[in-house]
Each structure stands twice: as C-alpha cells, then as structure tokens.
C-alpha cells in the first residue's frame, strides 16, 4: 500500500501536532491493532515525541483467522520504526457483547503497560470515530451526553487524532510508505457500530460533504457548554451530598433534573441517567413521611428523609444515604 511521500502526511501529522497531546520526550504507549489509523498513530508519535519516547501495544484477541497475521505485521511495523512492541494475548472465557469485552481488554492491559511505564496511552481515534461514536450514541441511549463523544483526554490516554478523518489517516500512511491492516468485521454488518459506518455515515456526507467535521464541531461546541452547566450544578449543591427536597423543586425542570444526576452518581460511582429520568417520581415522594426511598435499577435509590433527597447505592461513599 506504499505510495509517493508528499504533503499528504502532513494534514495528520499538523492536526497531531495542535492537539498539543503528544510532547518531544514524554513517554507515550501506543495501541496498536495494525489497522491505518494506529499505523499512522504510531508513525506520528515517533515523529512528534521522538523514538526513544514511544513504544507500542498490539492486544491479540485470537478471535479472528488473521489474528496472527495481524500480530505479525505489528511486529514488522514496529522493528522498520525502531519501536518496542509489547504482545498481550487474550483469552474469551466469558459470554456477553464481544466488543464490550475487547474494549475491557485493551483498555486494562494499555492502561497498566502505560502505568509502568510512566507513559502516555494514545488511542488512534478519529474524527471518524467521533462522529460513529456520537450517532450510535444517539441512536441507543437519549440524553445530552450522548452527544459530548470521546474526550481528546482522560486521564493518561490521549487521542491525538480526533480532528483527522479516516481517510487523511489514510492518506498519511500511503505518504509515508506504510502498510496496514484490513479487519474485515470493521464491514459486518452484525455490529451496529460497522452499520453505522458502513450506511449512516454515507447518508450524511451525501446530504453534506463536510457532515463528520460539522459532527465534531458540534461535539466541541457541547462540550464547552456542558462545563458551564456543570459548573451551575456545583453551585447549587456547594458540596452538599443531599438537597431538601422542596429546593429541588424549585428549580427549572433541566437544571434540577441535572442536580438529581448529580447526586446520584457521585453516590453511585457511576453513570446515573435514570436518576434525571425519572426525577417526576422522585419529586413525588411523600416528604411527609420520616424516609421513603424510590428503586431506580442497578442498585440506585432514591431516599427522602427528613425533607432531604440523597442516594443510595451498593458502595456508596460515607456520608451517603444508607
């Protein structure tokens, strides 16, 4: 897949280069699958951060008939760019959603091999990737944060290439001489995320040519937003980690349903959406009553005490409803 280098390596390697997440000398881990935006992931933080800086993590599944070609071609990649590679081979031993699972895997094992290291994780996400991501979200789970994306940060893993479409990704591997990978489930049509890429997206670059970018504008655009809203949350709960009930009501209908999430899932560790949806039926709650609580699912509830709303929920920090 080599082609003539050229100035087609350089809109990757620009928008890499702005995101200001890859630095000359820090430590960084690149997941690595052998596919062109990894490939050309790892090439650029060899660029960027130099080769001493970087090292590399391809994650063998051994689910699929080229899995061993893939870790192959990782291996070569790896020697031509002078880059260590570390191989982790997976064992399924459980059933549920295989992606979910590969995700786990890749993210736990990157995550240590990172921490030993003292490195960065860089993922090879792209704007692709955003726009896939934001539409599936869309589709599957209703709410604001569905449209927030991927984050080009959190914590130690970076995503370097979050404002660069497959294509360029692409394009900067053929530039640069370097072959890639083809997973063939990225086709099928048993994913929703590959049904996604393979007839939403083309949907919407026919009614516009520019649809991801306008996709990941707007992501950036919510995001900004949504830290103004975060910040009006912790104004009203000022460290509070239960609101008298009748000060919740008092408030507009978006702003309380996003203080009652709040709560929630800082007393449940987790994502907590049930807690803004179902906010009618915990407004309802008796406050006449010395406690009464409401099950949200997953362990999460609702409990009105002396006038007071909290949340309870399996691990729930000290100080939380009980």
Same mark, same amino acid.
């Given at each position: 897949m080599?082609?003539s280098?050229g100035?087609?390596?350089?809109?990757?390697?620009?928008?890499?280069?702005r995101?200001?997440l890859?630095?000359?000398g820090?430590?960084?881990?690149?997941?690595?699958?052998g596919g062109?935006?990894?490939?050309?992931?790892?090439?650029?933080?060899?660029?960027?951060?130099g080769?001493?800086?970087?090292?590399?993590?391809?994650?063998? $599944?051994?689910?699929?008939?080229?899995?061993?070609?893939?870790?192959?071609?990782c291996?070569?990649?790896?020697a031509?760019?002078?880059?260590?590679?570390?191989?982790?081979?997976a064992?399924r031993?459980a059933?549920?959603?295989?992606?979910a699972?590969?995700?786990?895997v890749?993210?736990?094992?990157?995550?240590?091999?990172?921490?030993?290291?003292?490195?960065?994780l860089?993922?090879?996400?792209?704007?692709?990737?955003?726009a896939e991501?934001?539409l599936?979200?869309l589709a599957?789970?209703?709410?604001?944060?569905?449209?927030?994306?991927?984050?080009?940060?959190?914590?130690?893993?970076v995503?370097?290439?979050?404002?660069?479409?497959?294509?360029?990704?692409?394009?900067?591997?053929?530039?640069?001489?370097?072959?890639?990978?083809?997973d063939?489930?990225?086709? %099928?049509?048993? $994913?929703?995320?590959?049904?996604?890429?393979?007839?939403?997206?083309?949907?919407?670059? %026919?009614?516009?040519?520019a649809?991801?970018a306008?996709?990941?504008?707007?992501?950036?655009?919510?995001?900004?937003?949504?830290?103004?809203?975060?910040?009006?949350v912790?104004a009203?709960?000022?460290?509070?980690?239960?609101?008298?009930v009748?000060?919740?009501?008092?408030?507009?209908?978006?702003?309380?349903?996003?203080?009652?999430?709040?709560?929630?899932?800082?007393?449940a560790?987790?994502l907590?959406?049930?807690?803004?949806?179902?906010?009618p039926?915990?407004?309802?709650?008796?406050?006449?009553?010395?406690?009464t %609580?409401?099950?949200?699912?997953?362990?999460l509830?609702?409990?009105l005490?002396?006038?007071a709303?909290?949340?309870?929920?399996?691990?729930?920090?000290?100080?939380?409803?009980?």
């Amino acid at each position: 897949m080599g082609a003539s280098r050229g100035g087609d390596a350089s809109v990757a390697l620009d928008a890499a280069r702005r995101s200001d997440l890859l630095e000359p000398g820090r430590p960084v881990v690149v997941l690595l699958s052998g596919g062109r935006d990894s490939t050309c992931l790892l090439d650029i933080a060899v660029t960027v951060a130099g080769r001493a800086a970087v090292s590399a993590l391809h994650v063998n $599944y051994g689910l699929r008939a080229q899995a061993r070609a893939d870790e192959r071609h990782c291996a070569e990649l790896c020697a031509g760019l002078g880059v260590p590679l570390a191989v982790h081979r997976a064992q399924r031993t459980a059933p549920g959603n295989l992606q979910a699972w590969a995700r786990e895997v890749r993210y736990r094992a990157g995550g240590e091999l990172a921490a030993q290291r003292g490195a960065l994780l860089a993922a090879g996400h792209t704007l692709s990737d955003q726009a896939e991501t934001v539409l599936y979200r869309l589709a599957a789970s209703p709410g604001r944060r569905a449209l927030l994306g991927m984050r080009p940060r959190e914590g130690a893993l970076v995503r370097p290439l979050l404002e660069v479409t497959r294509e360029q990704t692409a394009a900067h591997c053929r530039a640069r001489g370097l072959s890639w990978r083809e997973d063939e489930t990225n086709d %099928s049509d048993v $994913y929703a995320r590959a049904r996604v890429r393979a007839d939403l997206l083309p949907a919407l670059r %026919s009614l516009h040519p520019a649809a991801e970018a306008n996709v990941a504008r707007t992501v950036g655009l919510l995001r900004d937003e949504a830290e103004v809203l975060d910040s009006v949350v912790a104004a009203v709960l000022d460290g509070r980690d239960r609101l008298p009930v009748e000060e919740l009501r008092a408030l507009p209908p978006a702003l309380g349903r996003l203080v009652a999430r709040s709560l929630a899932e800082a007393a449940a560790g987790r994502l907590a959406p049930e807690a803004a949806a179902r906010l009618p039926e915990i407004l309802a709650l008796d406050p006449g009553r010395p406690r009464t %609580s409401l099950d949200l699912g997953q362990g999460l509830r609702a409990v009105l005490e002396r006038g007071a709303l909290s949340f309870s929920a399996p691990g729930s920090p000290p100080g939380a409803a009980a």
